[in-house]
């Protein structure tokens, strides 16, 4: 194993490794997870929760709190900016959660306008009273999910956050007004990591060993978590505990598998009952298809099924060999 990737302790929890899939609207239901965790077991993160929601009933983010016996160490990420529906939130998650997470780190409008996710940066005390509430009702690890600021980079008090009851940072290592533009703050990670005495998580631009060991040897996070890369590749934590720097990022597993991998994915999406599952499948499919040689017109014709059985037919007419990203 590469000296990067080692086993983390956050809070109670021991992982196996460092390395955590990252909350994506849309991607990381249960499905997604059960199915990516047949490669590698990580640190899971489910797609961010409304607390206001969750505060009232579990029914109304059923499809958001679903989780598969083979999970272990499934990390609940809720965004919202009121302190009593964070713990509103952690009582109904309480029998399910591994672990909590705050996210303070969307950048998306309709988030940002609820003073929520990216807007939390602009009201530190809030986010401190949160964990310091959140703390109040439950024992378990709780994690925070931050970018380096709002318009540009701003560290919180490591140690403040640590009273409070704060078990680890994650960072994705942009401003909020960078959004995935630019290139990822390395400094500003080395000092979140110089500054602070509990964990400190890497993210941003991760995709394959070179990546990694980048970050690592330029920062000395911690752990990393890693998203988008992901949705191309969901084989890519295998590789990167195999110690296996491929240029060829996009995929090391063949179509075949890519296809495998998608018809288990919508089946669970229509076991576990989650809405739209033909959309979500889609979508995902078009992810990891991005990179193929004829992508352009794979991805037209991806778009326009309207059925899985018109989306298996697309992806069985690629051909074999059609993996041709590079990373300079």
């Known amino acids: 194993m590469n000296n990067a990737i080692k086993q983390i302790k956050i809070g109670d929890l021991v992982y196996k490794n460092n390395l955590f899939l990252a909350p994506m609207e849309g991607f990381t239901n249960v499905s997604f997870r059960k199915n990516l965790i047949k490669y590698e077991e990580i640190g899971l993160f489910s797609e961010m929760i409304p607390s206001t929601s969750l505060s009232k009933s579990r029914n109304y983010c059923k499809d958001l709190i679903y989780r598969d016996n083979s999970e272990t160490n499934l990390t609940y990420q809720l965004f919202g900016n009121d302190p009593k529906n964070f713990v509103n939130a952690v009582i109904t998650l309480e029998p399910n959660a591994d672990a909590y997470n705050i996210n303070s780190g969307c950048p998306v409008e309709k988030v940002i306008s609820q003073g929520a996710g990216c807007a939390l940066l602009k009201r530190k005390n809030r986010i401190y009273s949160i964990i310091k509430e959140m703390r109040k009702v439950t024992e378990k690890p709780i994690t925070l999910k931050i970018r380096t600021g709002y318009t540009k980079a701003a560290h919180l008090d490591y140690d403040l956050l640590r009273s409070f009851g704060c078990d680890a940072i994650f960072i994705h290592a942009r401003t909020c007004k960078q959004k995935y533009a630019g290139n990822v703050d390395y400094n500003f990670l080395k000092e979140a990591k110089d500054k602070s005495t509990i964990p400190i ?106 059925s899985e059985k018109e989306l298996f037919e697309v992806i069985r007419n690629v051909g074999d060999k059609w993996w041709v990203y590079l990373i300079k």
Request: proline content about 2%.
């Open 201 to 306: 998580i890497g993210n941003g631009d991760l995709c394959n060993l070179k990546s990694l060991n980048e970050m690592y040897e330029n920062t000395n996070v911690d752990g990393f978590m890693i998203g988008r890369a992901c949705l191309h590749n969901p084989a890519i934590f295998r590789d990167l505990v195999q110690n296996k720097n491929y240029d060829l990022w996009a995929t090391t597993i063949s179509k075949n598998e890519k296809e495998l991998f998608l018809r288990n994915y919508y089946n669970d999406l229509v076991k576990y009952d989650i809405k739209t599952p033909f959309n979500k499948l889609k979508t995902l499919s078009m992810f990891m298809f991005r990179f193929s040689a004829n992508a352009k017109k794979t991805r037209e014709f991806l778009v326009k099924t309207k």
